[in-house]
């Protein structure tokens, strides 16, 4: 019986069992308390609200979300609109933040005080008031509605947006985009076949020029083909703004800026000192071997500061989507502003709309940290 | 044991008027929580002149403030006594459902969602809204349904986004609703040139109107598209809590009613041969007594806030920026819809 108590693995399980159990009773009781105590102060509880109709008009939209369709649907509609801006800013974030550390690492005195000024000033300013900084730039940058900048007349740009044309139908574009992928794979075996016939014979083939037609003439003009023979929604002005097209609004722009110039601040610093941390020697060595300066920082330097900068990166990252919630301050309609804020006052259903969100953050969060952890394992060193 | 048995019954005597009080009174833990701290916690709006306003100082003002204002009067005897919560859009629900504050009174509607799935109560109307638009004088926009094509600011989670999306969607016109967080923020944009028109109640433009930069160049909708009737809202439970702050409400119009007003009202306890205005300020009967507060309770509403009258003038009437008419907001005997049932 000792034997058994005493037994480490023994041990181990009933710990892990004990743990569990208190965390899955503690969540239990939560859950059983705050619906007993709503049961008693008269409100309304449960999920089903998900399935009403919404009734919310929304001013951006990728889904095919309309005001009659269910308040399940306008979630997911928040949800894509959060993704989307989240990852289109983490992308410009990164390229910029690259940019901006490398600038500061360099000899030039002026591009690096440049990117030095930059990253001090941004990181001291609190992420709000950046994102209202931009919204209200945005819209004062630009014209009103009839006085648009219009570009080929197809396209307008005003403080209402940038209204772009629509294709009415997609047939064409399927075509042609499958004329490209047939063309650029043709490319790809014709280099095959080039490869085989000079090892074997040693003649030559004109590849770049056949590259530029197949890769990039074909789908040019099977892509102009599309255009022209697609039936297009283009934006009119009539009365008060332009109807038809899409409009990216500028909340959307003015959010991806300031979240985008905001992470790059921070993304520079980790890019410096994640380069500073490859030891001078590592430098030294790859230029006696010869190696141009692009080629030290790319075979030599990055591949070992990408190790110490994956980890943080991750963290800016997640940044990024949180803070992608700020969207609600300037009226973008992402996962915060339509949930809990349309949606938890149609309904007032506070604590499952607050859950739902918090867990949708989370399923979000852990995603992305599990991409870059597998990304970290790939870069991390191979050690025995 | 006769001793014993003498300091028994004296203890009992001197329980027996407590006991006969407690029996009288249903339990209100809302009454007893507010004269144990000394003051009404109430929920206000985070900014909104002539409603609930907070000027450079820290005072409030405002039609919805006075509300509170007459509370504190009628359960503490201190209009004074009062500790505002500004409350967003959407914080007020949570707020009040969670015990932070007594009462919101805060220009808020009394749909029938809200009150059937919220656990709350509207305990009577002291502004009747109706939503409008505020647009830019040279648009040429003159009515609700000349916007069509146009960009809408609004705070998102109020009637308006819904009654906005409601009245166009029926009439077939097409608008674009942009929704933010608070008020401000809406009527920010909307100044900034990103939206055609700004909407809410037509009482909360005429105060918010000076929030936008060249006040000249807007034009208030006169046409409304809703009835918004607004008023104190109470979290279900708690009765006795509920029918003070209802009949605080109705007794400040009743006041008005009965020609009695913060100037007049000593007077009018002293020497009005009116039933009514006697047990309305405790002269006679004991309705302070029945709710659990003193006989005086509307009297010092009356003395330290004045009556609904005094208080509209005030604060969006003639006597304040605003400049509102009283309109729906009169006594039904002069053409509005003010009416209340008697205090008997």
Not at chain 2, 21 to 42: N, Y
Not at chain 2, 43 to 60: C, I, R, T, Y
Request: charged share 15%; proline share 4%.
């Amino acid at each position: 019986m000792s034997a058994f108590v005493y037994n480490r693995r023994v041990r181990d399980a009933f710990w892990q069992v004990a743990v569990w159990a208190a965390v899955v009773g503690l969540i239990a009781y939560f859950v059983r308390n705050a619906s007993e105590n709503m049961a008693k102060a008269g409100i309304a509880s449960g999920f089903d609200f998900l399935g009403r109709t919404s009734g919310i008009e929304l001013p951006f939209l990728l889904t095919r979300y309309t005001p009659q369709s269910s308040i399940l649907d306008l979630l997911w509609a928040g949800v894509v609109n959060t993704m989307t801006v989240a990852f289109i800013a983490i992308v410009a974030a990164t390229l910029l933040g690259f940019a901006l550390g490398i600038a500061r690492l360099s000899r030039n005195w002026l591009l690096s005080s440049l990117a030095g000024g930059y990253v001090e000033v941004v990181r001291n300013i609190p992420v709000l008031f950046f994102v209202l900084f931009w919204y209200f730039a945005v819209i004062a940058a630009l014209p009103g509605p009839r006085e648009a900048i219009g570009i080929f007349a197809v396209a307008f740009l005003s403080n209402r947006g940038l209204t772009v044309p629509t294709p009415l139908a997609t047939g064409a574009f399927a075509a042609a985009a499958l004329a490209s992928a047939i063309s650029i794979a043709a490319q790809f075996v014709l280099a095959a076949w080039v490869r085989h016939r000079r090892n074997r014979t040693g003649r030559g083939f004109p590849l770049w020029t056949s590259g530029a037609v197949l890769i990039a003439g074909v789908p040019l003009v099977a892509f102009a083909a599309a255009i022209a023979a697609t039936p297009w929604d283009t934006p009119v002005l009539r009365g008060f703004n332009y109807r038809g097209g899409f409009v990216l609004i500028p909340e959307f722009v003015a959010l991806v800026a300031a979240l985008a110039t905001y992470a790059a601040a921070f993304i520079a610093e980790i890019v410096r000192g994640g380069i500073l941390a490859v030891p001078k020697g590592q430098l030294e060595a790859a230029r006696a071997l010869g190696l141009g300066p692009g080629q030290v920082l790319r075979l030599v330097v990055i591949p070992q500061a990408l190790r110490v900068m994956v980890p943080p990166l991750t963290s800016q990252y997640l940044n990024v989507l949180k803070n992608s919630s700020l969207g609600a301050a300037i009226g973008f309609p992402e996962l915060m502003n339509v949930f809990v804020g349309s949606a938890l006052n149609i309904t007032g259903q506070a604590v499952e709309i607050i859950a739902i969100t918090l867990a949708i953050y989370l399923v979000i969060g852990l995603a992305v940290s599990a991409l870059m952890n597998w990304y970290n394992a790939k870069v991390a060193l191979v050690t025995q | 044991m006769f001793i014993r048995g003498a300091v028994l019954g004296a203890a009992v005597m001197g329980l027996l008027p407590a006991v006969a009080l407690a029996q009288q009174l249903a339990p209100s833990p809302t009454l007893d929580a507010i004269k144990a701290r000394g003051h009404v916690e109430c929920g206000v709006h985070l900014g909104l002149p002539g409603f609930s306003f907070a000027n450079d100082k820290g005072e409030w003002s405002g039609i919805d403030v006075d509300f509170c204002r007459a509370v504190a009067a009628a359960v503490l005897g201190d209009a004074g006594k009062v500790k505002y919560t500004p409350t967003s859009v959407q914080q007020r629900w949570p707020v009040l459902q969670s015990g932070q504050v007594d009462l919101l009174s805060r220009n808020t509607t009394i749909t029938f969602s809200r009150n059937a799935s919220l656990g709350v109560n509207f305990q009577g109307i002291n502004f009747y809204e109706g939503q409008t638009f505020v647009v830019r004088a040279k648009s040429g926009a003159k009515e609700p349904k000349d916007l069509d094509g146009a960009a809408i600011c609004v705070a998102a989670g109020s009637t308006e986004e819904k009654t906005a999306a409601d009245w166009y969607a029926e009439r077939k016109l097409k608008v674009t609703i942009v929704n933010f967080q608070k008020n401000d923020d809406a009527i920010a944009a909307y100044d900034a040139g990103r939206c055609d028109a700004y909407t809410a109640g037509l009482g909360a433009l005429a105060g918010q109107r000076i929030k936008l930069k060249q006040t000249g160049e807007h034009v208030i909708m006169t046409e409304t598209i809703s009835n918004d009737p607004q008023g104190p809202v109470t979290r279900q439970g708690d009765e006795r809590w509920q029918a003070v702050v209802r009949w605080t409400l109705n007794g400040m119009i009743a006041a008005e009613a009965l020609g009695v007003n913060s100037r007049n009202v000593d007077e009018m306890k002293a020497k009005s041969a009116n039933a009514e205005v006697r047990r309305l300020l405790g002269v006679e009967g004991n309705f302070g007594q029945l709710l659990g507060l003193s006989d005086d309770w509307i009297y010092q509403v009356v003395k330290q806030v004045g009556n609904y009258g005094e208080s509209y003038e005030r604060t969006v009437g003639m006597g304040s920026p605003l400049k509102l008419a009283r309109g729906k907001n009169e006594l039904w005997t002069k053409g509005g819809l003010l009416y209340t049932p008697p205090f008997q």
